[in-house]
């Protein structure tokens, strides 16, 4: 059985102009230990996503449908007072603004501390310091001892970030939501936050959900991605299926515009056109306006999820047996 299982879960929110369909019928599961990518342009529902799965969302949204099922439980059918005490202990969230997460006038020891005693509010205050003083070494922190009567501006933003991650990894849990762990800051530092993720799995073998918008950064630590377009994953398989061989149009154009990709000298490859609002999504595929393969179909109805491999499933017409066979900028084919 999966750690986390998703079932068509759809989030709206309430706005001036109309009801905001933010995430549309997702599904997707988690094993254990497994470190799950959800990548995507910004505004495609990410962060959505996972606030709706840890039952974080503001009062404007509504969960319309679907459940979200953590090591068997079915948090959408608990109340929020049992949520809280799952909260940290079987779920945490590693949030991406680590300066605003943090608060300003406590030192890094003591709200990495106030995390501890959440769940362990008898541990005595030589216990909670030597997990202090524990968490900072799993993060990477050297000088821990030095670093705990820190405030978060004496620290460098990838050091606040590995500060953010400690408090989440606290009460010992068993799910870890990263929210664009990586947002400001360079690229060496965003390979060592990532790189950190993967520590933390074989440290204590945690479960990963990594939220980002970056499609090339994911790759780094990533076993499984999920490519995500206007509120609905479009496409899910291994790191290898995505970045060896791609089926969608859309995250055939995510990797083309990577800087890896640009040639020496010319501007990076954009994709042309913005994304569809979703106060009044299309009735076909939200990517087809945007799409240069784009069939008439994509046009008037939204595809299936179509499988390729027991790992990998595309949600494009152009993976019907009756689509007209096509040449991939790169890697795949041109229908199953």
């Not at 989030?11 to 997707?28: I, K, M, N, W, Y």
């Amino acid at each position: 059985m999966p750690l986390l299982e998703v079932k068509n879960l759809s989030v709206s929110f309430d706005t001036p102009r109309g009801e905001l369909q933010a995430v549309r019928d997702v599904s997707f599961s988690l094993g254990e230990g497994e470190i799950l990518a959800i990548a995507g342009e910004s505004g495609c529902g990410k962060s959505v996503l996972c606030k709706a799965i840890t039952r974080l969302l503001p009062d404007t949204a509504r969960i319309k449908g679907g459940s979200v099922t953590i090591d068997g439980l079915t948090l959408s059918s608990l109340p929020e007072r049992k949520v809280q005490k799952l909260r940290g202990k079987l779920f945490s969230m590693v949030f991406q603004d680590a300066m605003s997460a943090l608060n300003p006038s406590l030192s890094i020891g003591a709200q990495i501390a106030g995390a501890v005693r959440v769940h362990s509010p008898r541990m005595k205050r030589a216990a909670v310091r030597a997990r202090v003083l524990e968490l900072l070494g799993l993060v990477g922190i050297g000088r821990a001892a030095d670093m705990y009567a820190l405030y978060p501006h004496n620290l460098s933003g990838g050091q606040r970030q590995r500060v953010v991650t400690a408090v989440a990894l606290a009460s010992g849990p068993r799910l870890l939501f990263a929210d664009e762990p990586t947002t400001a800051l360079d690229a060496g530092l965003q390979t060592q936050i990532l790189d950190l993720l993967r520590d933390i799995r074989q440290s204590l073998g945690t479960s990963t959900v990594l939220i980002s918008h970056d499609l090339g950064a994911v790759a780094r630590a990533a076993d499984r991605v999920a490519v995500m377009y206007a509120g609905k994953i479009v496409e899910i398989g291994t790191a290898e299926d995505i970045f060896y061989d791609p089926r969608h149009p859309y995250t055939w154009s995510l990797l083309l515009s990577l800087p890896s990709r640009a040639e020496r000298g010319r501007q990076l490859r954009a994709i042309a056109g913005t994304p569809p609002t979703l106060i009044d999504p299309p009735a076909g595929d939200a990517f087809a306006p945007r799409n240069p393969w784009a069939l008439e179909i994509d046009y008037e109805q939204a595809p299936p999820m179509f499988r390729v491999t027991d790992t990998h499933s595309a949600a494009t017409w152009l993976l019907d047996p009756r689509a007209p066979k096509i040449t991939p900028p790169f890697g795949g084919e041109g229908h199953a």
